[in-house]
């Protein structure tokens, strides 16, 4: 006799039909998927638009039974959207690219990827004359005239037999230089991240609206399009080349009552600068999400004044490890405690682990010794292409991701951040922790954000340099300077500070740290703080 399947394995959907049962929901949905500068797209249109591109794209140049990866050229555009499920239901992993990434980067993120189609969903459509030869070209037309298809349901998306451990999408690391390093994400991390969604926003069932703040080739964008997808929601598109026009973008998220904020803390920080970015101004928009950099107290004291009341997420984690691997709601009571912003607690089916001596303090109110954070769990993704020993080092075994990022864990579970472990440099002999020094700068008051970075002579380390948000004059900075020192050793104080300079975000929308410290070359409020002994060690 044979055994009958228990309940369990019954009634567990597979991945994909997880996936199919989310895009088949949008199928007779009128209401918005995405509202962009020029229009919007409903629910329906993404659902038979994606359809017949996949139809498409099945019986043209990805026919066969391989599945190529599939580059996704394109800003905040709504043919974006609709190549995104084109190539999840197709099972072709898909790659998205920016249109400001150089062309030689595009073509070496074609090679290294082994892409069968570049798809075009942008009006810059230039690449294409570069990047022919190398790929098929297929563009995604601005109206529905893409596939000369009426649907029918062929095109309704069958099973196209994807496991759980192929790719889902692969994002390229950030930064122009040097070998582009490709992070690959499998279905089943995507679900795993698409569950976790349901826990950490239960409150999205009563939402209008999501923001659409993060580029495409960051992953922090699929707190926004996967917030939208799960409860049929608007995105309201940010297209960056408006990013200085903060006014225009608040119209735009009142008027579409987006009630989900996902940014980094750089980008809100360009919202805070205008006094309309209130609650008033805003009223649907009740809770802020944050990942990809240090969430400050500066920054959450001023949502909490702005919009009483409004919930306040940080959230933290590397591409690697499928967005975002911790969460928690900053309260009034992180605001008061002495300790940095917390960056979460583990979600479920992931456990973080650190490498410290031993977790001494947290009783008596000290920090535990920090360690490197390593995650483990069905949130770590598959990895890098064609990089062994960088898969290696950094993937010991499969599930398992060393970040090196240093953490602690306090005895309540929470997780603290405390920088990168390769950001510890030796001046005149002395071992400085940037981002230790860069810490303290920042929880200075009146700073709302801090660069460190080494001063050099001669190609020798000799001091270091503190870029600083918020204040703006020298007598600030001088002030600043006095405080830290009254905090640390006088070695670790920053001999050169810099203030008052243009802000630029990298395309991750994090402060560009190399172009902080360019701005700040030639910025309007300098001070040298003297008498210091930088580099030589207390007592000396
Ligand atoms: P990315 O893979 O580009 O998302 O970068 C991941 C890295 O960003 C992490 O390894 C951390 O170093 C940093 N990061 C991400 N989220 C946070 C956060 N909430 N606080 C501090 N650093 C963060």
């Known amino acids: ?52 591109l996949r139809h498409d794209l099945a019986s043209g140049p990805l026919a066969g039974p391989e599945r190529p990866p599939v580059l996704i050229w394109g800003h905040k555009d709504h043919r974006y959207m609709i190549a995104y499920w084109a190539c999840l239901t197709g099972g072709w992993a898909l790659v998205p690219v920016e249109p400001e990434t150089p062309v030689e980067r595009v073509r070496q993120i074609a090679s290294a990827c082994g892409a069968g189609a570049l798809l075009i969903a942008d009006t810059d459509t230039r690449i294409e004359a570069q990047i022919a030869d190398l790929v098929s070209v297929v563009h995604i037309g601005c109206e ?5 298809l009426a649907f029918d349901t062929a095109c309704r998306a069958p099973n196209a037999g994807i496991n759980p451990h192929d790719v889902a999408y692969i994002m390229f690391s950030s930064g122009t230089l040097g070998q582009p390093k490709g992070i690959q994400v499998s279905y089943a991390n995507l679900i795993d991240f698409i569950d976790w969604l349901d826990v950490l926003l239960p ?12 580029r495409y080739c960051f992953d922090v964008s699929l707190f926004e399009i996967w917030t939208a997808w799960l409860h ?12 200085a026009n903060s006014s225009g973008l608040i119209q735009r998220v009142a008027a579409d009552r987006v009630s989900l904020w996902v940014s980094t803390p750089s980008i809100i920080r360009l919202f805070l600068k205008n006094p309309r970015f209130t609650g008033e101004a805003l009223p649907d928009c009740r809770t802020f999400l944050f990942c990809g950099e240090p969430l400050t107290k500066m920054i959450v004291r001023q949502l909490f004044e702005r919009f009483p009341g409004c919930r306040v997420v940080n959230t933290y984690g590397p591409t690697e490890c499928t967005v975002a691997v911790t969460g928690v709601d900053i309260t009034e009571a992180h605001l008061t405690d002495t300790h940095e912003l917390p960056i979460g607690y583990a979600r479920p089916g992931t456990v973080l682990e650190h490498f410290a001596q031993a977790e001494a303090g947290a009783e008596d109110g000290s920090e535990p010794l920090a360690g490197e954070i390593y995650i483990r769990g069905l949130s770590v993704g598959n990895g890098y292409i064609n990089l062994p020993e960088k898969q290696a080092t950094a993937f010991p075994k499969p599930g398992l991701y060393r970040t090196g990022d240093w953490g602690y864990r306090a ?21 400085v922790d940037l981002d230790d020094v860069e810490k303290h700068v920042r929880s200075l008051e009146g700073v709302d954000d801090a660069v460190v970075s080494v001063y050099s002579l001669d190609g020798q380390p000799r001091a270091l340099n503190a870029f600083v948000l918020g204040p703006r004059g020298a007598a600030d900075l001088r002030a ?18 810099y203030a008052n300079f243009e802000v630029k975000l990298n395309n991750n929308s994090k402060l560009d740290r190399k172009e902080v410290i360019t701005a700040a070359g030639k910025a309007r409020a300098r001070y040298v703080h003297s008498g210091l002994g930088v580099g030589v060690p207390h007592g000396h």
């Open 232 to 243: 049929l929601l608007p995105v309201t598109a940010l297209d960056h080349a408006d990013l």
């Open 203 to 214: 409150e999205a069932a009563m939402w209008q609206g999501v923001s659409g703040n993060i």
């Open 411 to 431: 005895k309540d579970g929470l997780w603290y951040f405390k920088g990168r472990i390769d950001r510890e440099t030796k001046i005149q002999g002395v071992r």
């Open 1 to 52: 006799m044979t055994a009958l399947p228990n309940r369990h394995e019954t009634f567990q959907p597979t991945v994909e039909e997880r996936l199919h049962a989310i895009f088949e929901s949008f199928a007779g949905e009128t209401a918005a998927s995405c509202r962009y500068a020029g229009g919007e797209l409903s629910y329906a249109e993404l659902y038979r638009r994606a359809a017949n």
């Open 480 to 497: 600043l300077a006095e405080r830290l020192a009254t905090e640390l050793p006088s070695y670790l104080v920053p001999r050169f500070w």
């Open 144 to 148: 529905d005239d893409c596939t000369g």
